[in-house]
């Protein structure tokens, strides 16, 4: 993942109209290269700290999509129109609802009256 990374990043960031030096790169892609070592360096145990975490929470979060997924699967499919809904508020005590919005009235138009 670090070298894709890398690379990623790399071809983002070098410039293409620059002075070629005798490497083969030019001075503002040798430049942008060793930044992005240098940014590495600095980033790969905050990365390793962010991977170890990831195996940590991975099973917690295929047990909670194993046991929430069939009831929120079925919500869903309840619910034709989410826009007709306020956002969720959770009370005091824990519970969350979610209200309905108020129905707009139809907009009602006079009748077209003609005089004769």
């Known amino acids: 993942m670090k070298h894709a990374l890398l690379i990623l990043t790399l071809s983002l960031a070098t410039p293409a109209m620059a ?3 005798t490497g083969g790169l030019s001075l503002m892609e040798r430049g942008a ?3 992005m070592e240098g940014l590495l ?12 975490m990831a195996q940590n929470i991975g099973p917690a ?3 909670f999509a194993a046991h929430m997924g069939p009831a929120l699967r079925d ?4 619910v ?20 309905r919005k108020p129905q707009a009235e139809p907009e009602q138009t006079p009748d077209a009256q003609i005089d004769i």
Request: overall charge negative.
């Open 41 to 52: 360096r600095e980033m790969e145990p905050a990365l390793d700290d962010l991977q170890g």
């Open 75 to 78: 919500l869903l499919n309840e």
């Open 61 to 63: 979060l295929q047990d």
């Open 80 to 99: 034709e129109d989410w826009s007709v809904y306020h956002p969720p508020e959770i009370l005091e005590n824990g519970d969350i609802i979610i209200r």
């Open 33 to 35: 290269q060793m930044l």
């Open 19 to 21: 002075e070629e030096d």
